[in-house]
């Protein structure tokens, strides 16, 4: 089966700091996986290296059974997409339309293939009607489905999103939900890093948290929400529902309660 597989992994910054120590995973194709931990935990650089953007210190990055230590970063890249959290980090066109389509012109795809990908690019991210727009002069909140977009016109077979709910109001949180559903139908991985809990408890099914630089559990939602020791090294908060279920003496509310089905 094609997969993601991290194998005893550490990563060092030329400085000589340490960003992730001696980790093991593997995200296969197909699955939808939400990485979650305090700021400085680690996920950011690890997702990184799962596209070659950082290249591991010790271990081995595997995508589909290649060494991405034998690969360029944009030979991964075109297997493994990822959006910064930033949009301002990746968007450099003056119009939408040129930077979803940019991918795509510089690989030289022809016309008709350019042309498909990108609508359908813009309609899973909602942003047909700000194709003549200047993305700098759009909200914050919809610039990030355009740097979405100019990565899903790769149609590559993993997707990584960064904070993709910060600064959505509801309707760009199901705009969200409603491209992963899409891309899972397709058999595509979505791995996404997030602060989001509420976004987490409802939207996904496998959950990594990472702590001091490791990995330290992995597991479904209601295995992780429910452990009190584990949140609390990584100094993660519950989901509003669940505090208010344990407030209530409700128990095990991500186990038992038909809210967190509707949130699904």
Not at 119 to 124: E, G, N, T
Not at 196 to 209: I, L, N, W
Not at 237 to 260: A, D, F, T, Y
Request: aromatic share 8%; with cysteine.
């Amino acid at each position: 089966m094609n997969c993601i597989e991290f194998v005893n992994v550490s990563f060092r910054y030329p400085n000589g700091t340490l960003a992730n120590e001696n980790l093991n995973l593997k995200i296969c194709q197909g699955e939808r996986v939400a990485i979650i931990g305090q700021n400085g935990a680690g996920k950011t650089t690890a997702v990184k290296l799962m596209n070659r953007l950082n290249k591991p210190t010790e271990g081995d990055v595997l995508v589909n059974g290649v060494n991405t230590k034998e690969k360029t970063t944009a030979q991964i890249s075109a297997i493994v997409g990822y959006v910064f959290q930033n949009p301002d980090d990746q968007i450099f066109k003056n119009t939408v339309k040129d930077e979803i389509e940019f991918w795509a012109r510089y690989n030289q795809l022809d016309e008709d293939d350019i042309n498909r990908r990108s609508l359908r690019a813009a309609k899973l991210s909602g942003i047909e009607k700000y194709f003549s727009y200047n993305p700098y002069e759009i909200p914050y909140s919809t610039k990030k489905f355009v740097s979405i977009a100019s990565v899903l016109i790769a149609q590559t077979p993993y997707l990584i999103l960064d904070e993709p709910t910060a600064g959505q109001d509801m309707a760009g949180v199901e705009c969200l939900v409603n491209l992963m559903d899409e891309l899972q139908k397709e058999g595509k991985t979505v791995i996404t890093i997030t602060h989001d809990m509420e976004f987490v408890a409802g939207h996904f099914k496998r959950v990594v948290v990472m702590a001091h630089k490791n990995i330290i559990a992995d597991g479904t939602p209601e295995e992780v929400f429910s452990n009190d020791t584990i949140l609390r090294e990584a100094k993660v908060r519950k989901p509003q529902i669940c505090q208010l279920s344990n407030r209530l003496g409700m128990g095990n509310v991500m186990q038992s309660s038909e809210l967190v089905k509707k949130l699904r």
